[in-house]
C-alpha cells in the first residue's frame, strides 16, 4: 500500500485457487458500480488481470462475498463460481466468519479492550441519506443490533495530534458499522470525511484497513491478511509512542479464541443432535412397547373368541 492512487494494472492477489481469489483492495477504488463513467473499480482490475475468469452470466463478472468501503483497503474475498459463492455466503450468514481490522483513530482510547455495543441504523435526515447512525440520534430509522471488539495496539500520534492505533473485530456486518461505532464513542477514525461532518480531511486517506480474513470453509478453511499499512515507512506522520501489544500476538490470540468458541458450539450442536435422536429412540421405543401391547390384546380378543365358537 502506497499514497499513491491505484492504477488498473496495481492489483494486488493475496491467494487464488480454483474456487476464490483474495486480492488486496487498494484505499482509492470502489469494488464495483453500475454507473457507466464508473471505470476504475476491482471488478475492472479483475477482468483486466483475469479476463478468462470473468463470469457472463454474473452482473459484474465476479462474485464478491463482501462488501468494502470505497475508502476501506484491505482483504477482499471473490468466489469464481456459484457453488463457492453459496458456500462462502452460508458462512457471513451464520457469522462463523472472522475479520479483523486495523485502524488509526483520533484521540487517545484509555480502555484498552472493550465492546463497542451501538445499535445502527440508517439516517433519515436531509442531506445525511447517505450515512448510518446509532440508536437514538436523530433521524435514525430501523436501528439493528451491532456489537465490535476494540483492542488498542499502540498510542501514537498523526501529523502532530494524538491517535490510538486499534484492531477491530466486528461480530455483525452493519454498513459503515467501524466507522460509526468509533465515532460514537468520541474516537472517529482519522480522515473520515463522512463521520467528522467533513471536519477530517487533510490525511490522504481513511485510516481503515481490512487486516485479516478467516473463513471455516470445509475441508479447507481460508485464511488471508493483508499486512499492516499503517507504518512510519509507509507515512511518516503516523508516530508510534507507546505499544501495548503486537498485532501478530492479538491476531493470534483472536484466533485462538474464536477456534475455542466455535469447538464449544460444534460440541453444543453435537449434545443437542444426540439428545435429539435418544428422544427419537425413546418415542420410538412407547411406540413399538403400544403397538405390541395393542397386538397382544387384539390376539387374545380373537383366541376367546375363536374359543367361544
Not at 480522515?191 to 470453509?217: K, N, V
Request: proline share 5%; aromatic share 8%; hydrophobic share 30%.
Amino acid at each position: 500500500m502506497t499514497t499513491e492512487s491505484a492504477p488498473l494494472e496495481s492489483l494486488r492477489v493475496l491467494h487464488q485457487s480454483d474456487n476464490y481469489i483474495v486480492v488486496d483492495k487498494h484505499w482509492d477504488i470502489r469494488i464495483d458500480s453500475k454507473m457507466w463513467y464508473e471505470k476504475h473499480t476491482v471488478q475492472a482490475q479483475l477482468g483486466h488481470r483475469f479476463p478468462e475468469l470473468s463470469d457472463p452470466s454474473t452482473y459484474y463478472g465476479f462474485r464478491f462475498c463482501h462488501q468494502l468501503d470505497f475508502s476501506t483497503s484491505g482483504v477482499l474475498c471473490v468466489a469464481l463460481n456459484k457453488a463457492a459463492a453459496g458456500r462462502a455466503y452460508r458462512c457471513f450468514k451464520d457469522r462463523t466468519v472472522t475479520k479483523a481490522y486495523i485502524a488509526l483513530i483520533r484521540g487517545c482510547v484509555e480502555e484498552e479492550t472493550q465492546t463497542l455495543d451501538f445499535s445502527i441504523g440508517k439516517n433519515s435526515s436531509e442531506g445525511k441519506t447517505h450515512m448510518m447512525c446509532i440508536e437514538g440520534s436523530k433521524g435514525c430509522e430501523n436501528p439493528k443490533p451491532c456489537q465490535t471488539e476494540l483492542t488498542v495496539l499502540e498510542y501514537g500520534s498523526y501529523d502532530g495530534d494524538p491517535v490510538t492505533k486499534v484492531l477491530l473485530q466486528p461480530l455483525t456486518g452493519r454498513t459503515h458499522q467501524l466507522r460509526v461505532h468509533c465515532s460514537a464513542i468520541g474516537h472517529p477514525i482519522v480522515g473520515d470525511f463522512t463521520y467528522s461532518s467533513g471536519a477530517d480531511d487533510a490525511p490522504y486517506r481513511m485510516m481503515l484497513h481490512a487486516h485479516l480474513l478467516h473463513i471455516p470453509l470445509e475441508p479447507e478453511p481460508l485464511l488471508v491478511s493483508a499486512g499492516d499499512p499503517f507504518l512510519p515507512a509507509a507515512d511518516p506522520k503516523w508516530l508510534p509512542r507507546r505499544s501495548l501489544r503486537t498485532l501478530a500476538a492479538t491476531v493470534e490470540a483472536l484466533l485462538e479464541r474464536r477456534v475455542e468458541e466455535d469447538r464449544k458450539i460444534k460440541e453444543e450442536k453435537k449434545e443437542r443432535t444426540k439428545r435429539e435422536e435418544e428422544r427419537r429412540k425413546g418415542r420410538r421405543e412407547q411406540r413399538v412397547d403400544w403397538e405390541s401391547e395393542e397386538q397382544r390384546r387384539q390376539c387374545q380378543e380373537w383366541l376367546s373368541e375363536w374359543a367361544g365358537d
